[in-house]
């Protein structure tokens, strides 16, 4: 199986602070690669220099076998990136259609040209969220789990071949969860590689291929779910503090 | 992205259509005062328009576009004064001049936001003004002093057809693809490049579109006055009147700002004529006003104080509060 997404020593700094250090991982084609590690462990960074937001420090990324670095986050996007953000990130005055139809209208390989076309791709991924019935809403009349919901369609309607999903279950009630569960797994089944950035310890359990951990910016385990979640490393650094 | 009611939709176009007509006969009624100030109220509505284009869709408030409206008058008058070559190919050059500075100016601040973004611009219009003031071949800080043509109507026609232009292209804005990649620039820039908006590229190209007819403006005024000078073209309270009154009538819609230039351009003459002493601040007090009761315009207050009543007013001051 060869890596949709490879990162290398990937690295960056914040004056002092070192956010991610000398990471490196392979997330392979059709694979759900979980990514834990306790707040403040960079994997937010993370995902802000695979998406282009961030310009790492040192290290090298490669999409598809090719260095991204360098590469503007809108290129990114062409190329078939797509991500959430944890800090949602919608167009707050904009219908809920309009947000997803960005989405459509500039994501992969630039995008659906025609303005009716991307319109019909984008109510599909609303009702594939269940948000089918709040397309004519401002965005920000939205309340907390339908935003998170809008943040996934968002990324979906840009038709990714990488999805990275920054803590989409955040603030979710179980049910909630279990619905975005059942989503992931939906969008999985189209082809799409997902890196899933989550706390939720069920989500990351039922969903992941494998997992790595991040610490103080360094990965310090990786490998198949369930062999890392015992792990006594992780246990110390991440799943005991929150138990007590 | 709106489909709309086809029936209401026609009964609009027609209006419209009907609305410009009215305008267009105003000449043939003869009277010369009101045609030189329906000229001063079109140009003002096309440079709320122009405006609109980079501060209501993008997002980005411009003091610059008063030195695309400079670059205009100055393209029309070198060509006409110094070179004595026709009016047309004065707008030619203006509008190249407005276009090309444009895209200079916005690859150099466009990564700047908000209130930087602001100042920078304000900051190159003040050193336009001195550069121009300087040029031989723009008269210096004498001037340069057109030909006369005397034809007051034909240049009212002209200010109106370059209105119903940029409106038309507002309009189109509004419902594409490019539009849309704006409006996502003015709400999130983060969020929209993520998606894969090109936004140096798109702010770009929406800096020129606002030049392009903010510089034929300054164009058609240049020959209309016959005689400008760089204090009386690069001026920052003209930009500051662009600002208002697109602000004032909707900025981000299509019809908002040439309703907020034409509403604006009325009271002020009416209270420039009747209370000159103290004009200019009912005036001010009209805005402050305007800004706490109905912060987004004209056309949102037309479009939603139906539904609300006096609560749209109670809520706007509420929303808006420090
Ligand atoms: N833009 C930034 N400037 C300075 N420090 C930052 C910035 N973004 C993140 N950090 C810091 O980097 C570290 C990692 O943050 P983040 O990647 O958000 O962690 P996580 O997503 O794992 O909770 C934190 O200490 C955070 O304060
Ligand atoms: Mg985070």
Redesign the pocket.
Known sequence: MDAILEARGLT?R??G?V??NGVSFQLRRGEILGLI????????????MVSGT?APTAGDLLFEGRSVRGVPAYRRAHLGIGRTF?VMKPFPGMSVLENVAVGALFGANGGERNLERARAWARACLESVGLGKRIAQRADALGGPDRKRLELARALAMKPRLLLL??VMAGLNHVEIEEVIEDIRRVRAQGISILV?EHVMKAIKSLSDRVFV?HH?EKIVEGGTAEVLSDPRVVEAYLGRQRR | MRAGNPARSAARWIALAAVVALLAALPWCGNAVLVQFGISALLLATLAQGWNIIGGYAGYPSFGNSVFYGLGAYGVAIAMAQYQLPFWVGMLLALGLGVAFAGLLGLAVLRLRGHYFAICTLGLALVMTAIVSNLPLAGGNIGLVLPLLGNAALFYELALGLLVLATLTVFWLARSRFGLGLIAIRENEEGAAVMGVNTTLYKVLAFMLSAAFTALAGGIYAYYITYIDPAGVFDLALNVKMIIMAVFGGPGSVLGPVLGAFILSVISEILATKVTSVASMFFGIVIVVAVVFMPRGISHLVAHVRQAGWRYFVDNVRAHRL
Do not use: C, S
């Not at chain 1, 590690?37 to 802000?48: E, Q, S």
């Open positions: 960056k914040f004056h602070l956010a991610v590690g306790p707040n403040g462990a960079g994997k937010t960074t993370l995902v802000n961030l944890q920054d803590e950035i991040l910016g």
